[in-house]
């Protein structure tokens, strides 16, 4: 079970460095792309670089933590520490896929809470 538990969490932190990735060094060619105009028009692509680049920034946070908590050689503290920066993606995902698309709600918020879920109640 520990293995299937890294590797989800594993899973969730790449996710994030990914879209760390996007959002810092690729928003308006990559990021165009994959967020794409549904989420805005094109043309503000250029004008929120700062802002999304802010947000990647975070994404990078979670992604860290969530790699802290896998290193972490203590189980308590390892778990601890997974339970709180996987809640932390699960909120975020919650939030944003109310606020700004629902599929933020499947990417995002589903694997962490999965993860969560299976960390709290089977490990």
């Known amino acids: 079970m520990n293995l299937i538990i890294q590797i989800l969490t594993g899973l ?10 996007l ?6 060619t990559r990021g165009v792309k994959v967020f794409g105009s549904k989420a805005f028009p094109t043309e503000l692509f250029p004008k929120t670089k700062t802002l999304a680049a802010n947000q990647g920034l975070y994404n990078g946070f979670l992604a860290a933590g969530l790699i802290w908590s896998l290193l972490i050689q203590n189980p308590e503290w390892s778990k601890n520490v997974g339970i709180f920066f996987l809640s932390c993606v699960a909120v975020a ?5 109310l606020t700004a698309s629902r599929k933020i709600l499947y990417v995002q918020a589903m694997p962490a809470l999965i993860t969560l879920i299976i960390l709290v109640f089977l490990k």
Not at 93 to 97: P, V
Request: glycine share 14%; aromatic share 28%; charged share 5%.
């Open 93 to 97: 995902g919650l939030y944003g896929g």
């Open 23 to 28: 959002e810092m060094f690729a928003w308006t």
């Open 12 to 21: 969730v932190a790449v996710f994030h460095i990914y879209v760390l990735y």
